[in-house]
Each structure stands twice: as structure tokens, then as C-alpha cells.
């Protein structure tokens, strides 16, 4: 029988978890440090924290000395932008704001769009129009642009802590439906898809054996 710890863990507006199969102290460790770990990315990347390194360079437009955390964040986001041609990009915070998305899920007590269609989508910036400096690490917003990173930030932090517990021992960190896995498991991780009309039912059984799987919704 394969030996299991878990982690039960709330983390960048979300609820999740991780798993690693192996015990002992350096399981432990490891198990016992990734909310700190966590907490220090989302001191950095949250866009719900006015102290945020994230929300001050949105406030001021740029930053002379970004942090690696940031920078790297960045780097991952303007990657996704350009690979899914816009379709996903960090430079939609201000429709996002329009939508009515202005603080975590947990504290919204609604379903954004729930009431009705609300105001117009408004288009999301070109990402090509921030200026970065890779020697000193400096960004440029120009006027208008704002940035939130949550459609990459909470899968690449995901990725980086299943690989960081996975030199321990085989690994899976969920954060918020951005699951992650690492090390040689002996078994496929299977990752149940929730049906959002009825929760209680599955509506697939994914069997992940490398890299990563994500869900995305309205819903939670």
C-alpha cells in the first residue's frame, strides 16, 4: 500500500491542497513549508492586496526593480498571451473590473454575470505595448494598461511547488482547479471533473500521469 500524506490548504483566493506519497520528516517538511511558500507568491502576485508588488506597479505604472517572483510571473503570462494569440492575456483587469470581478470568489456571494448582462465587454490591451528592461528587471505600463496574472499565476506557482515537493517524493498540488504533479507516481493521479449543473456527479476521470490538468468556471 502506498504511503500518503496530504494537505488540506486555502491559498490564492482558493481552496486546494497537496499531496505527496512518501513519509518521514522530509515529507513533512516539505508538506509543513508550501503555505508559507505560497503566502510569499501572493504577498507578490495578488491583485486583491493594495500592498501587493503586483497591485503597486499597477498603481504607478511600472517599477525599476521588479522581484524575480514578478518578473518570472510576467514572463509566464506574456508567454501565454502570445501562444494563445490574445486569448489569454494579463492585461484584462480592467474589463475584469467592469465585470463586477473586483475581489476574490470567496467573498463575492455571487456568480459574476449572474444578474444579467451588465456592462459592455470592453477589449483587452496589446501586450506588445509594456516596455520591460530584462537587465534591471523594469516594467512600463503604458496609460490604461493594468495587469492581473491570475489566469497563469495560480497554474505556474502550481507547476514550481509540484516540482519543488517532487524531489522529495512523487507530488500533486491542487490550487483552485490548477492541479500540478511531479516525481515517478506507481499510479496514474486520477482527477475527477466536477459537472457544474450537478456537483455530485462526475463528469470524467482524467488520469494524469506528467504535467498538469486545469478546470475553469463561474461557479467556483
Do not use: Q
Not at 158 to 183: C, E, F, K, S, T
Request: glycine share 12%.
Amino acid at each position: 500500500m502506498t504511503t500518503m500524506l496530504t494537505l488540506e490548504l486555502r491559498a490564492m483566493g482558493c481552496r486546494g491542497g497537496a499531496v505527496l506519497l512518501a513519509d518521514g520528516p522530509a515529507a513533512r517538511d516539505a508538506l509543513r513549508g508550501l503555505p508559507g511558500w505560497l503566502a510569499a507568491r501572493e504577498r507578490i502576485l495578488s491583485r486583491f492586496d493594495p500592498e501587493s508588488e503586483l497591485a503597486r506597479l499597477n498603481a504607478r505604472g511600472g517599477t525599476d526593480r521588479a522581484s524575480e517572483i514578478l518578473w518570472a510571473a510576467l514572463d509566464v503570462a506574456l508567454a501565454a498571451a502570445s501562444e494563445s494569440d490574445g486569448m489569454v492575456t494579463p492585461t484584462v483587469l480592467p474589463a475584469l473590473l467592469a465585470a463586477g470581478y473586483d475581489r476574490p470568489f470567496d467573498e463575492m456571494g455571487r456568480v459574476v454575470g449572474e444578474d444579467g448582462p451588465g456592462a459592455p465587454g470592453r477589449p483587452a490591451p496589446d501586450v506588445r505595448a509594456i516596455e520591460r528592461d530584462a537587465t534591471t528587471r523594469s516594467i512600463r505600463l503604458p496609460p490604461g494598461v493594468l495587469l492581473d496574472l491570475g489566469g497563469t499565476a495560480k497554474g505556474w506557482t502550481a507547476d514550481v511547488a509540484a516540482a519543488h515537493l517532487g524531489r522529495v517524493a512523487p507530488a500533486l498540488v491542487d490550487l483552485g482547479g490548477d492541479i500540478a504533479v511531479a516525481g515517478r507516481a506507481p499510479e496514474p493521479w486520477p482527477i475527477a471533473v466536477d459537472d457544474p449543473r450537478t456537483p455530485e456527479v462526475d463528469l470524467d476521470l482524467v488520469l494524469l500521469v506528467s504535467g498538469g490538468v486545469a478546470t475553469s468556471g463561474t461557479d467556483h
